[in-house]
């Protein structure tokens, strides 16, 4: 196989930007004219998303550098790809999803955000395409937190725990390392295995904290109106998401399919104080 591989961005270990994890939201949703014009973005159209002031997360009105979001294209015409780039500058050489005729494909995106406060998707298909924007976070000068990268390793095999496979709209709660409040979000990758029927996959923060499930008077959480991954019965499908915890260090991961699927978590890293 060819291999492409673009760069967005790097961290650093001297001081920059740090990062702010915000409560998931769904800035775009062409579909219903969600952030923007209601219908399909045409071949080689575009469409401009404001960020600063936004009041899905929320997002801040000054200082936001870049957003930390989640793209999806549902419903492509034809094959190609989504660019998400800063508002006002040139039409990059890269790419952030492809995708082929028919498919729903989502992934992570960080972007920068242009002068303007806006960031602008490109849709470099041959057809017209649905986005879907969610957001879960931002980098901003004024905040602190910053990002610690790790050895990867497994959080979590539901084909190997011996719980079985979360069934739809079942979830499963997944603590932080040690509960450390300084943690601020979680880079993980995941991915869904042996589906048994379509559906997307959402993570979320959990308000509960982990005395609340050991004393079994934890409350039921609300699944927000996101997503981290679609797939149709029977694929293998994976994606990076950058997760919020509550305030109890927790997350939550929703099966919302139509059947069962088994739930593979890893950890690349931390956002932290």
């Known amino acids: 196989m060819d291999l492409i591989a673009d760069i967005t961005g790097y961290f650093a270990r001297s001081f920059s930007n740090g990062y702010t994890a915000t409560n998931p939201g769904r800035l775009v949703d062409t579909r219903l004219g969600v952030g923007t014009a209601k219908g399909s973005v045409r071949s080689g159209g575009s469409f401009t998303v ?4 936004n009041n899905v997360g929320p997002l801040p009105a000054d200082g936001v550098t870049a957003v930390a979001l989640n793209v999806t294209v549902t419903g492509p015409q034809g094959g ?16 952030n999803r492809n995708y ?11 972007a920068p955000v242009g002068a303007d406060g806006k960031i602008k998707i490109y849709n470099g298909s041959w057809g017209s395409a649905d986005v879907v924007v969610d957001v879960v976070g931002y980098y901003s000068p004024a905040r602190a937190s910053a990002y610690l990268p790790i ?30 409040p300084g943690d601020t979000g979680f880079v993980l990758n995941t991915t869904v295995t042996n589906t048994t029927g379509g559906g997307y996959l959402t993570v979320s923060p ?68």
Not at 100 to 110: E, H, K, L, R, Y
Request: charged share 15%; glycine share 14%; no cysteine.
């Open 151 to 180: 050895t990867p390793f497994r959080w979590l095999d539901t084909r190997s725990w011996g719980k079985g496979p979360p069934y739809d709209s079942s979830r499963y709660h997944i603590y932080s390392r040690f509960g450390d």
């Open 50 to 53: 404001q960020i600063a002031g």
């Open 80 to 95: 190609g790809s989504l660019t998400v780039f800063p508002n006002g500058t040139g039409l990059p050489t890269a790419s």
């Open 206 to 273: 959990d308000p509960n904290n982990i005395d609340a499930y050991k004393g079994k008077y934890a409350g039921r959480p609300n699944r927000p109106l996101v997503s981290t991954l679609n797939w149709k019965k029977g694929e293998t499908v994976s994606n990076l998401v950058h997760a919020t915890p509550g305030p109890g260090g927790i997350i939550d991961v929703w099966n919302t399919g139509t059947g069962s699927t088994d739930l593979v978590v890893d950890v690349f890293g931390y956002y932290t104080v």
């Open 100 to 110: 082929s005729p028919g498919q729903t494909i989502a992934n992570a995106v960080i």
